[in-house]
């Protein structure tokens, strides 16, 4: 089958979010249902088939939805209200939209943790520290499933 | 102009400090962000002002609560909205600057005449961005409902708006962009949006007129 000539093709935009916590590792399959039921939930079923969004790819702590052109403000409110992807409590922070992936592709800047051996007992629970850029530090329980997470600061863990 | 979070509530309420909230919420563009509980207050990026919530079912009990020591302290005072005579009665309490949780009110809660009454005394109704972001099927329309009915009643009236993310958690906090393209949701424009964000400034700092010192 012959590809449509360019002219014709849908013009698309992409956007790219931030997955928060910067920890959280996350299916893309699993993303993109998320992405759905967000935006069937808020603009129906119908804008949503009209803007046909998809999640490209997800990976390094970041994700890009396809949409088509137009509908990308749309999107980006429908990605504001995603909360959870599979039961793990997530954000997605929209950081910019393009034309092409190559574009957002520049924009991600990968966020590795410093260290992680560290250990914390807060209450009656040890949690496993994650220390981030900017004197951000992430808490995350000792455990198997349904790990708590905490969000401190360095000197919030110091003055502990 | 200040932008400001009017509400957002740390740990122990929530799962995140009082600092990496403000750390987040400065990232986020806002300047400032009300701190709304018992959090230690420090700061490691946007100001950080002190709010206090009253939760009561009388105005005789409010007037009681907004004489506690922690009350008094506080930048902005808030007060839970309820039924239609309390919520005419609160919004002429002196010390009370927001009336909030307006969303979970029944329908014509907050009328036109707590809303004149409001912008007589420059008090503020909020509006939960939580209520957008979490709630899914028809408490979200319904919640949609009530805001667009308080825009309504401010663009007659006049009474200021604030926007409160609610957020318990970092990753509860929406950037302004974000709260831009929610609050376009319920007819809200970008300008007002700006405005509303600003309000808490104006709140804490209300204009008066120019005094002679001699």
Known sequence: ?160 | MKITDAGIHPYPAGDSTVARMTLEAAGLGFDSAVVIGDAVHRSSGAEVLRGAVIGAASVKEVLKRVRDPAVRRADVVYVDAGEIAFNRAVVAVKEVNVVRSIHATRRNAFDHVAARTAAERGVAVDISMAPIVHLRGTKRQKALQRYADVLSLQRRYGFPLTISSDARSILGQRSVRELRGLCALFGMTGAEVTEALSSVGRIIEPHRSVRVVK
């Not at chain 1, 009209?50 to 990976?59: D, G, H, N, S, T």
């Not at chain 1, 992680?116 to 995350?140: C, I, S, W």
């Open chain 1, 1 to 160: 089958m012959r590809p449509r000539p360019p002219a014709m093709r849908t013009k698309r935009r992409y956007i790219l979010a931030r997955i928060l916590p910067y920890g959280a590792w996350v299916d893309q399959k699993q993303v993109y249902f998320a992405v759905i039921e967000a935006a069937t939930s808020l603009l129906g079923d119908a804008a949503v088939g009209l803007a046909q969004p998809a999640v490209v790819f997800c990976e390094g702590g970041y994700v890009v939805v396809r949409c088509r052109r137009g509908t990308e403000k749309d999107i980006a409110v429908a990605l504001a209200t995603v909360t959870s992807v599979a039961d793990e409590r997530i954000a997605l922070r929209t950081v910019a939209t393009s034309g092409t992936i190559h574009a957002l592709r520049r924009r991600m800047k990968p966020i590795r943790h410093l260290s992680g051996d560290e250990e914390v007992k807060v209450g009656e629970t040890y949690f496993a520290v994650y220390r981030y850029p900017r004197q951000k530090v992430d808490l995350v329980e000792k455990g198997i499933k349904h790990q708590k997470s905490l969000f401190f600061t360095e000197a919030d863990l110091e003055e502990r």
